[in-house]
T-cell receptor, first 113, second 112 residues
């Protein structure tokens, strides 16, 4: 079974621009979560989507948004990029069965200059 | 208080020895607990999940959960150089969604 895929893998943007990242979950997984990983803050939860609905949201500004499509693929968008948004953005998918194990994709490395 | 804490610094262990990692969490109602391994430059890889008190063994890995004391640990037996990585403790604190709270991780270095 194919794993979680994320595109693009690397991205360089300038301050003020916006960016869209894509995630395709493992086949059959309907929950998709997004995390930001930085050396200083570690892994932080951004939001989770299930059945095209945002089910939970972390403590990030409104510049961070996402959506999920009917095939469970998900996108996240960051508008008005800031230098501090430079990070590894990880997508994880899971089944809706206990213990809700989440499997991560390879991530998108975003650099904001 | 942080939700999930991993306080130990880098851990160096000789090849063949046991590596022991600990993690504490703040929410007594937490239900599911996970250990991820992350190699440098790679994404986290799930290696263990546990949600009942006691021990769970999988190969050379043993996870231990004590909900009363709010800690979860990971033992790596017969440590190999390929076990050199950062180990992340993650806790699902809420029923009904998949939000994971992560510790900062512990770096393990296995010395041949």
């Amino acid at each position: 079974k194919a794993g979680v895929t994320q595109t693009p893998r690397y991205l360089i943007k300038t301050r003020g621009q916006q960016v869209t990242l894509s995630c395709s979950p493992i086949s059959g997984h309907r929950s998709v979560s997004w995390y930001q990983q930085t050396p200083g803050q570690g892994l932080q939860f951004l939001f989770e989507y299930f059945s095209e609905t945002q089910r939970n949201k972390g403590n990030f500004p409104g510049r961070f948004s996402g959506r999920q499509f009917s095939n469970s693929r998900s996108e996240m968008n960051v508008s008005t990029l800031e230098l501090g948004d430079s990070a590894l953005y990880l997508c994880a998918s899971s089944l809706e069965v206990r213990p809700y194990e989440q499997y991560f994709g390879p991530g998108t490395r975003l650099t904001v200059t | 208080q942080k939700e999930v804490e991993q306080n130990s610094g880098p851990l160096s262990v000789p090849e063949g020895a046991i590596a022991s990692l600990n993690c504490t969490y703040s929410d007594r109602g937490s239900q599911s607990f996970f250990w991820y391994r992350q190699y440098s430059g790679k994404s986290p890889e799930l290696i263990m999940s546990i949600y009942s008190n006691g021990d769970k063994e999988d190969g050379r890995f043993t996870a231990q959960l004590n909900k009363a004391s709010q800690y979860v640990s990971l033992l790596i037996r017969d440590s190999q150089p390929s076990d050199s990585a950062t180990y992340l403790c993650a806790v699902n604190m809420e029923w009904g969604n998949n939000r994971l709270a992560f510790g900062k991780g512990n770096q393990v270095v296995v010395i041949p």
